[in-house]
């Protein structure tokens, strides 16, 4: 028996709804990984070079002058002390701008210095603190490190409380000036091992785990 005309249209509709139904999810799923990748790898694209922070400490080397040598912190102020030179501001600068700094002000009182900065215990500006606030076992700001990803933010706060609701986490990352949001999956990634959930992470990125609804 031949259908009629009425219900090959109705069978045309639902075709086309079902195909329009499957070209939505396609492009939504396109959209949202075109989303996740730019978002994670755009500021991954621009050197990261660290700068440092009040609460650091710095050893600083001057070749040939062991008494001009010394180990300091870097004060509130963002200043330190070295001999022979009044304060300096450290923080904001990196160890090789801050090498040259007390180079400059060395050769007034030594022929040619050779000065090298480092940094033996890090803190960093506030801006480039990576900050966990929510349902981590221990929220707190930590220390941006070159290559630094979600799995490495996590160990450092020592994971998840068991009222988190890891799937539902979110990456707000400043990129020019605009605020971007990123969905996380940390129960993909602590609880299942899943490796594609694991996202790099930038100076001044805030990740904010909420609690489970039940």
Known sequence: ???GPGALLSRH???WLLLAILLTAVLGACSQRNLAADVANQPAREEQRYLIGPGDKLSIFV???PDLSVSVPVRPDGRISVPLLQDINAAQETPEQLASEITKGLSKYIREPIVTVTVTEFVGPYSQQVRVIG???D???IPYR???SVLDVMISVGGLTKFA???RTVLVRTIEGK???LTVRLDDLLKDGDVTANVPVMPGDVLVIPESWF
């Open 165 to 167: 609701a890891g799937n």
């Open 63 to 65: 070749w040939q002058n």
């Open 1 to 3: 028996m031949k259908d």
């Open 179 to 181: 605020r971007t949001v």
């Open 13 to 15: 509709r639902r075709a």
């Open 146 to 148: 070159t290559d630094m």
């Open 135 to 137: 349902e981590a076992a």
């Open 139 to 141: 929220p707190k700001a």
